[in-house]
């Protein structure tokens, strides 16, 4: 690299450069801000706006050249802001604001260079022309829907014939590099809302912010690599080398001794509850939507407003929505009464005058704390409302309803039954297994309840085993529980499992099948019997082995001996009888 | 527990260990209330109720025989051991009159460890159904033989 | 057969279009009547230059000149020249003065004044037949590059000869020809060899008919660089509008393959060339190097940033050689007669270093408000005056020369003053003009000269890609100022305006279209300020052209009343009773001037 480097002076300062590095980074790396109107570092120079023209001499030769794509060479002597320099600029920025009058960064540098009414008046077009987007959409997206048409003075940016054009992805690339913000992308078609909760995201995107491993990632049906193989503008920009759009998603296979499930949970779809209105009217939220709508991180970051960009004068929160319903779930979801309650402290806390309504049918403040807390509310002025709210609709019965969701629910505390319109509800709808929990199980050989929640093997004896030895369970795949919980008892599991590996050896099945070699007549009927192909006939004693390594000791094939050759540990045909005639000697 | 005729069934239940004796568990522990006219055995699996075992229960004076196991056609823990339970539960059904035992003494029952109510209902109602039945005829036979 | 004489007629796209085919076809037709078509010989030929006086004749071997020949005029002269053997003295040339007629070719003073180096072989060879060509020395310089010059010497020979690009930048070739071999040999890139003839500028045609006239002049001239660079692949950018050169290129590539002069193992060398042709589609920006490859590689023909040159990084980012037809016609010749007889034409001595001085000739188009236009070969270094009194033959109608414009629509125009200036690149570029391609238009008192600036202006903003801003927004802006002007709507600070956009587009602007553009308005500020004041300041047009600042006026003394001018007035204008004066209502004139041509009295003139 030392012989590639050379010697150049901006405004008289010495810099060291790479032999035909472009003007303008050298410039930049001294902090000598050039302007520039159609350059990007993510494209190839144009030099076609020609502002950033700089005076260059060179033994005794004087050019103008523009920074954004003249390579530098040893010895030269640059002047970004010599008089003729800024003759010269003045005079292209008044230029493009007899075509473009109203564009913003041209105002700005018309404002730093002291232009106060451009001698040519203000046009009011608002394409500068610089290429940018048609750059963006031919060289990089590789999309081909942007290009020049006309010439002279009367060209413009347009797609072929002026059409809508099929070829257009939607990437957006064009508006985004746009210096003026004259290419708009029509609004996104209602239900958008609804489909992306966080807002729209780039293709290359940290899921969210808690996400573990905390790592970008590509989405194939996004990015614009994936539908035309141009762009590539991240390769180039990630210093770490990171990206490589050829990976594919693989499946690995991973021995493992024991298994912990936590698979999780899924929030009960609001849609079922019709009499709640949730997709039919708007400013309905689940609680998850909520929770989004209310993150720093989140489409409005952070700020609540309704879908309409007001700011909530009144807000409902509803609690057991299909919880302790016989219509839905019969169980507590457990987490509601709180987070419901936190819900109303965030609101009031960014949004001091709005009216925060919780309908509940009990408060269940079970854990340490969580009583307080309640109390601290009941001061703040939330409003609580002990009745399960029957409807919510926007027919408005006066003036004071209109245009507001109106909570239709018996007060149970005062015994009358009450409308209370607001401009946002939030339905703390239940916590539901996962709906393949049962093939889960199935899989891995343990049992759900009747509510798709994982069986523990025993509730207090062996609270985060199964049924399947080596396989454990923790978090809400249980059962509804709140973090706290979900932590003590994935701390449960992680140390029942680390027991296991602890032993270093497992014990084996004690309840075995054997196979007296004396009695067995090689009938073979218990070979075909086994699931485990644990017995093999033996042709040369004529009789049927046992492997006790595979056999997991059902007795299937203890039933099924006609000479009573095969017996099972523990369970023993004459033991059992003997348990037959115990139980039945009284 | 009395009834009209002061007749009280003795009923032998075998239940397999993963699914249905939990969910006899879970009955106890969630402290529901089932006839103890109901007494269980507990197996590996109801696949490994010999046939003979049922024969044996009636043999020895029980009124009545229930075999519980897993759901099909999936839940069993062997894979399909209550499949081999049911072959044997149709075998049983056929061979009973000619002992002259009624065949609705012998019930089989898929009750997973989750249901606990299911245990407490298919009990209670056994039991019902058999005090209505009268004893057996083979504990007759034994009496009066 | 020998004939006894030859009639060439010339074929030029001049000539052609004022009937030259037709011609053709009645004098063999009358030649076969008289039975002596074994003896006279009809040649076509390529332009013979003289294209006022079409269609144009010579008959050999006694040189004499025949104009405007009709085919009315063909059975005279078969009967009074080839039987008689006497001239025909009313199809012989006159000049403008109408005094004696001149008989022979070489005693026209238009072509006397000429020396003939690139178009060496006008009217003396059909541009369709290589074996004409041949005979006259064709070929023999590239065959004598290849068996017995070395790339390197070649190269030296031309930059030696101080060969200069004659496509308007004058670029030494010779130095342009080392680079891109050095380019070549150091990437180990093949090369290419590009021939530029998309002649855009308006009223040149220098091109067009070097092309044809001689096409193989070009193609040996386009072998013998290929050969020096180390090429096997040209392309010759022509216009779309040029299909008959187009066709004689085609045709004389053909020829050249058949004779082995192009293709495969060229005279029985190592050396492969071939020669594709590419048609342009007529945008003026296309002569511009880099939209020139942008058009050939099948881009938008827009021009890029040169900081990069072409002649390392051009056509598909092969190192690429462009020279303009005339440059590689005259290859051929310096190569035949060596550098030291090419130098001792035109100005300085280029032997030592190509950049001093303009050896050889330069070929012009010579237009406008001149009595012989045409196409002109003139040794370097010779005055305008020459040009256009000599061998132009002066302005005509007796009118006052007011200026010349050279070097096409972005060159500039030079006043009286500038006329013995010598004619080379440097002078050229110095006085506020350029060499460009070779145009040259001359104007006369009743030019206006801002409507000219205006005129090129309007022309440019038309041509302009509009890519960079200062070309695209300067052009249209200077010519919203420059129609105010000719309107009588200018400001004074105008002028200074105008000067300030022009230098800033000579600073900024991205290709050679945009900063050659001011040219014609700064030009003209500088030697013809004095017309822009009077058309700020008095709101008069001193050359009579801005309609808005003239009034037509009728003679009181001079108009009789013969109502010739009221049938002609579109807009019922003029009105009068016969025999009586009339009178031009100004609220209806239009100002076509239609009335100025029809009356006979000389009554009505300009305000």
Known sequence: MADNTIKIKINGFEVEAFDRQPLIEVAEKIGVKIPTLCHNPIIEPYGVCRICTVEVRHRNRVRMVTACNYPVTNGIE???????????????????????GNVKVLNDLAEQYGITEPRFGRGTDDCILCGLCVRMCQDVVKANVLGFFERGPKRYVSTSFDQTSDLCITCGACASVCPTGCIKIDKLEEGTYKEMPMGPVTPIHIDFMQAVPKKAVIDKESCINFKTGG????????????????????????????????????????????????????????????????????????????????????????????????????YCSRVCCMYALKFAHLIKEKIHDCEVYNFYIDMRCFGKGYEEFYNRLLKEGVNFVRGKVAEITDAALDKSEQGKLILRAEDTLIGTVRRIPVDMVVLCLAIEAQEDAKEVSHFFSCSVGRDGFFIEKHPKLAPVSTAADGIFIAGVAQGPKDIPDTVAQAGAAASAV?????????????????????????????????????????????ISELNEALCKGCGTCVAACPSGAAQQKNFRDNQIFAEIKGILAV | MSSENGFEPRIVAFLCNWCSYTGADLAGTARMKYPANVRTIRVMCSGRVDAQFVMKAFAEGADAVLISGCHTPSDCHYQEGNFKALRRYYLLKKMLPQFGIEPERLRLEWISAAEGDKFQEVCTEFTEAIRKLGPSPVKKGVKNG | ????????????????????????????????????????????????????????????????????????DVPTIVEEHFIKGRPVKKLLYTGAAKATPIPALKDIPFFAKQQLVVLRNRGLVDPDKIEDYIAVDGYSALSKALTEMKPEAIIAEIKRSGLRGRGGGGFPAGIKWETCRKAYLQRNVEPVVICNADEGDPGAYMDRSIIESDPHAVLEGMAIAAYAIGAKEGFIYIRHEYPLARQRLLNAIEQAKEYGLLGENILNTNFSFNIEIVQGAGAFVCGESTALMASLEGEVGEPRAKYIHTVEYGYKNRPSNLNNVETYANVPLIILRGSDWFASMGTGDPRENPWNGSSGTKVFSLVGKVNNTGLIEVPMG??????????????????????????????????????DMPVDFDSLTEAGSMMGSGGMIVMDEETCMVDVARYFISFLTEESCGKCTPCREGLRTMLDILNRICEGKGKEEDIAFLEEMGEVMQDCCLCALGTSAPNPVLSTIEYFKNEYLEHIKNHKCPGGVCKELITYVIDKNKCDGCHACTKVCSSNAIKGEAKKLHSIDTTKCIKCGACIEVCTKDAIYKE
Request: hydrophobic share 35%; proline share 4%.
């Open chain 1, 78 to 100: 640059v002047f970004t802001d010599s008089e003729r320099v800024i003759r010269n600029r003045k005079l292209i920025i008044e230029w493009l604001l007899g075509r473009c």
């Open chain 1, 231 to 330: 762009c590539k503008v991240c390769v180039d920009v990630c210093e770490a080398e990171a990206i490589d759009h050829s990976m594919e998603a693989k499946e690995k296979e991973v021995d493992v001794g024991t298994i912990i499930l936590s698979t999780g949970f899924k929030l009960q779809n609001g849609e079922e509850l019709k009499e709640y209105g949730y997709g039919k009217y708007p400013n309905i939220l689940s609680s998850l939507d909520f929770e989004v709508l209310n993150n720093a991180n989140g489409p409005t970051g952070g700020k609540i407003f309704t879908q309409d960009g007001r700011v909530p004068k009144s807000i409902g929160i509803v609690h057991c929505v299909g919880s302790r319903d016989k219509k839905y779930h019969e």
């Open chain 1, 498 to 542: 680390l027991s296991l590996i602890q032993q270093k050896e497992v014990e084996a099945e004690v309840v075995t099948a054997s196979i007296d070699e004396e009695i067995c007549s090689g009938c073979q009927i218990c070979v075909g019997l086994c699931p485990y192909t644990a017995i093999t006939y033996n042709k040369d004693k004529n």
């Open chain 3, 382 to 419: 010779i005055s305008l005056r020459e040009i256009i009194f000599d061998i132009g033959g002066g302005i005509p109608k007796g009118k006052k020369f007011k200026a010349v414009q050279t070097g096409g629509p972005s060159g500039g125009c030079l006043p009286e003053s500038k006329l």
């Open chain 3, 1 to 72: 057969m020998a004939y006894r004489s030859h009639i060439l007629l010339c074929s030029g796209t001049g000539c052609v279009s004022c009937g030259a085919f037709t011609l053709k076809e009645t004098l063999k037709t009358e030649l076969q009547k008289r039975n002596l078509q074994d003896e006279i010989q009809v040649v076509t030929t390529g332009c013979q230059g003289f294209c006022a006086e079409g269609p144009i004749m010579i008959v050999q071997p006694d040189g004499i000149f025949y104009c405007q020949v009709k085919p009315s």
